[in-house]
């Protein structure tokens, strides 16, 4: 994509098992970090959305309707992440 713009979805498993801790910090916390960094590596024009990977009845959750280039509100999105129970 030379000079383009990107669309870029982060899908983060949330799933119980993602609270084990890898030495300092859970699995959970590494995939928030990661994320961190690939939106750092977005330019003007890119957008982005957050999709939790969970399981549940309803599918996976989806953080924002469309596709945003509010990196501010991706950051939030990430930040706020938690291991979730199946349901």
């Known amino acids: 994509l030379l000079g383009g713009s990107r669309a870029v979805v982060l899908v983060v498993d949330t799933s119980a098992s993602m ?17 961190r960094e690939i939106l750092e590596t977005l330019r003007e024009g890119d957008v982005a959305n957050v999709i939790e990977s969970v399981r549940r009845d309803a599918g996976p959750l989806v953080q924002f309707p469309e596709m945003t280039p509010q990196l501010g509100d ?10 979730r129970d199946l349901g």
């Open 74 to 83: 991706l950051r939030q999105s990430i930040d706020q992440l938690e291991v």
């Open 19 to 35: 609270g084990a801790r890898d030495g300092e910090q859970t699995l959970l916390d590494r995939a928030k970090r990661a994320s």
